[in-house]
């Protein structure tokens, strides 16, 4: 095990958890202040995604050439440079610049969201689902400071709101981009060098366990990005909860989707990979639920965190399942396929957020879960016995022999 490789990544981890959030909570109300017509508001944070979505085959591609620890290094650069153009466009008043700050950030994200497979990577396959949830738990960090940053530094630069917060996290990527120096090669590129699998790509995503780890992965992090999007908009703009308030919704969400990676891998390696991802299905459905029920601080509060604890077993659970289907070979373009679904998804989804907040609210919204993850449970349940997700017993066997 790699110890160095996971520290490096936690600490990234919170750092670019802290960046996410801090442009969650201020993309849409930055957004319908600069944009002329507020059914826009949610263009920037729908762009970030949409970068994200196109930049995740790029970004396995330069990866592989370059390793994972330039490629990290690279993309953070990238994102102290989108978060100093953010500044720019909130003092020149302009929301296309917001817009070119919106798609930067989203390329840094193509390359921050793949952490978590450095991280399996790095260890041996049997320790692949605590390793997953191990470098998630950064993101605890990152629910912590967020908030923080956004709520205080939106009054350091008096003529410019929420600048200070920018500033600060260009210095934060900046350390990132630093620690990414450092990053050992990991296990599977040493292995590359010996494994002779390598499928044709169309007979990797004709699996029917990657089918269904891609599925669920895109279900839940579309539905999320969808809920999760809306909700300062729904909160703020909407029914006039101050910025401070919004914040505390948002960094509960982030905690939900984040505190259960203290249990997910290891709850993964006891209880099966489809069981925890049947979890996952169900708390989103819940979240759906209390959603419907009402507007007040309660029901934002409750409803948030259920969707962060069902995409956190959704994500760890995907991410696992995902790793059985491929060799080392395969990884960067099974990796890259996943990557640019669940993305493409998401980027529909945020871009869909502001469209149907405004023509529909709140209610409406709440609905659209509910469909989707019936056909989730019904795909897991079809591939619950399948022989593939005895991989990681047998996988697990033979690691701990050697």
Known sequence: ??????????????????????????????????????????????????????????????????????????????????????????????????????????????????????????VDPRYVPRAVSFVLLGSIGGALVGPELTARGQYWISDIPYAGTLLALAGLYGLQALMFLFLLRTRSDLEQKI????RPLGALIAQPVFIVAVLAGTAGYGLMTLLMTATPLS????????????????????LGMYLPSLVSGLLIERLGVVRMMFAGALALGAASAIGL??????????????????????????????????????????????EFLVFGTAATTSLLAGTIM????????????????????????????HKMLDRYAARAQVTGND
């Open 1 to 122: 095990m790699q110890a160095r490789n996971l520290i490096i990544l936690v600490f990234s981890q919170l750092i670019s958890a802290t960046g996410s959030i801090v442009f969650v909570t201020l993309g849409g109300i930055i957004g319908a202040t600069l944009a002329d017509n507020r059914a826009w508001a949610t263009v920037p944070l729908s762009m970030v995604v949409v970068a994200t979505a196109a930049s995740t085959i790029p970004a396995t591609l330069l990866m592989r050439r370059l390793g994972r620890g330039r490629g990290f290094a690279i993309a953070s650069v990238t994102a102290a440079l989108a978060v100093l153009v953010a500044v720019a466009a909130l003092a020149d008043g302009s929301f296309p610049l917001f817009i070119c700050a919106a798609l930067l950030f989203g390329i840094n994200m193509a390359f921050t969201q793949q952490y978590r497979y450095a991280a399996a990577e790095s």
């Open 195 to 198: 494994v002779a699998t390598d």
């Open 235 to 254: 909160m703020h703009i909407n029914d006039g909860f101050s910025v401070e308030q919004t914040a505390d919704v948002i960094r509960a969400h982030w």
């Open 293 to 338: 029920q009402g507007q007040s601080i309660a029901h934002y509060w409750w409803a948030l965190v259920l969707l962060g604890i069902g995409w956190n077993f959704l994500y760890v659970g995907g991410t696992t399942m995902l790793t059985y289907t491929y060799s080392s070979a395969e990884r960067y373009r099974a990796q890259g396929v996943n």
């Open 358 to 385: 405004h023509f529909f609210g709140w209610r409406p919204l709440m609905l659209i879960p509910i469909p989707i993850l019936a056909i989730v449970c019904i795909a897991l349940a079809a591939v619950r016995k």
